[in-house]
Structure formats: structure tokens, C-alpha cells
């Protein structure tokens, strides 16, 4: 079975200063997946990382898939308050099937 | 833009009491998922559902439990004599059938507190 792991699983920012939380799974994954989660509240879809070398980018957020190493990472350029929740990654074995979710990494932004 | 619905946001109930979560998947979505997330611990799958059946389910997903797409638009999970280990949050996913086009989207979540 596809597991999932996340590093680190808390992560303190200074405002300003860039950051990088990893994932590592264990299996061929067909493709990764990083979500967005404030406290009490549904997850947000932030990236889909459909192939080896898949770079995706959007605002300060920027997520890359290597399917040789199993890892993706996402970046966290000049961190900000806003970016402070929790972030999963999550991989899936087939197009349809279930989301295997690491165990999130809760990112706090302070001044 | 499209959503997840579900209700309620949060169902208090006894222990051995039969609960209904309900959900409004993204309406030309065909896949759909229910996920649940104890308080600070990680996502877990439960069920996914295709053409009126189950396709896959988890270890969780027992006897106590069951899902149903009564009509077009509803998709319920039915948990039939909870236990104080149901207590978490239970997230509903819907996606499409397109193989470029999969994300999971999830509904803001229904929180369960069995007493």
C-alpha cells in the first residue's frame, strides 16, 4: 500500500525567509497531490503533480514532483502571515481511486 | 464557482445511535469519496463510489457503515450504531471523470461528536 511520509511535520517561519516542506512516498504513485487545511476547515486543492519534473507555481507557493527520488517538495518563498495553516500531500495509486494523505505539516508564521 | 456541500456542519450524538451525513457533490462530477479526519491526526480514506456502487473501501469502513446516492444530487454516508471512536470530522469528495482533470475537491466538512 501506498504510504506517505511528510517532513517536518511543524514548521515555525519567519516572515520573509523561504522554506521547504518534503514528501516522500513509498510506492509508484500516479500522481501527487498538496492540499491547504486552516483550523476547522475543509482542504483546498493547491497543487496536482501529474508527471516526473512537474513544476507547478502559484504566488509564493511552488511544488515540484521527482518520481525517481518518490519525492515532492513545496517551496514557500518570503513567508507570510497568510500562508500560516496546515499542508498535506497526498498521493493516489490509480486515476480514480483514494487519496493515500501524508500526516501534514501545520506551518505557523510569525513576524 | 462549484462546491462540495454537506449537512450538518456539526451532529452531536449519543453512542449507538444511527447518524446520516449528507452531501451535494459538484454537480457533472461522477466519482465520489468520503474521507474523515480525527482532531489532529491525518486524513483517512473511507469510501469511493461509481455508478451507484462502491469501488473501494478502507479497513474503517465496517459493517457499522454504508453509503447511498438516493437521487441524482445526494450522496449520504450512514454510520448505523455510532461509537465514541466515530468522533471526528468527515469530509465528502466528488471528482470528474477526466483523467487530466481528477482533483478531489472537498465539502467543508461535517463534524461528529459521539457522547
Known amino acids: 500500500e501506498l504510504k506517505v511520509e511528510q517532513n517536518p511535520l511543524f514548521l515555525s517561519m519567519q516572515e520573509g525567509k523561504n522554506y521547504t516542506i518534503y514528501c516522500n512516498y513509498s510506492?509508484?504513485?500516479?500522481?501527487l497531490y498538496w492540499y491547504r487545511q486552516d483550523p476547522g476547515k475543509s482542504l483546498e486543492s493547491l497543487f496536482v503533480?501529474?508527471?516526473?519534473?512537474a513544476v507547478k507555481q502559484e504566488g509564493r507557493l511552488m511544488a515540484s514532483l521527482d518520481t525517481k527520488a518518490r519525492l515532492s517538495t513545496l517551496h514557500i518563498t518570503a513567508a507570510v502571515h497568510d500562508l500560516s495553516a496546515t499542508y498535506f500531500c497526498?498521493?493516489?495509486?490509480?486515476?480514480?481511486?483514494?487519496?493515500?494523505f501524508g500526516a501534514g505539516t501545520q506551518v505557523v508564521v510569525t513576524p | 464557482e462549484p462546491e462540495v456541500t454537506q449537512t450538518p456542519s456539526h451532529q452531536v450524538t449519543q453512542m449507538g445511535q444511527e447518524v446520516i451525513l449528507r452531501c451535494v457533490p459538484i454537480?457533472?462530477?461522477?466519482?465520489f469519496y468520503w474521507y474523515r479526519q480525527i482532531l489532529g491526526q491525518k486524513v483517512e480514506f473511507l469510501v469511493s463510489?461509481?455508478?451507484?456502487?462502491?469501488?473501494?473501501k478502507s479497513e474503517i469502513f465496517d459493517d457499522q457503515f454504508s453509503v447511498e446516492r438516493p437521487d441524482g444530487s445526494n450522496f449520504t454516508l450512514k454510520i448505523r450504531s455510532t461509537k465514541l471512536e466515530d468522533s471526528a470530522m468527515y469530509f465528502c469528495?466528488?471528482?470528474?471523470?477526466?483523467?487530466?482533470?481528477?482533483?478531489?475537491?472537498f465539502g467543508p466538512g461535517t463534524r461528529l461528536t459521539v457522547l
Open positions: 469528495a466528488s471528482s470528474e471523470l477526466a483523467s487530466t482533470a481528477d482533483t478531489q475537491y
Open positions: 510506492t509508484t504513485s500516479d500522481r
Open positions: 503533480l501529474l508527471s516526473n519534473g
Open positions: 497526498a498521493g493516489k495509486t490509480d486515476s480514480w481511486g483514494k487519496l493515500q
Open positions: 454537480s457533472n462530477h461522477l466519482y
Open positions: 463510489f461509481y455508478n451507484n456502487e462502491i469501488s473501494e
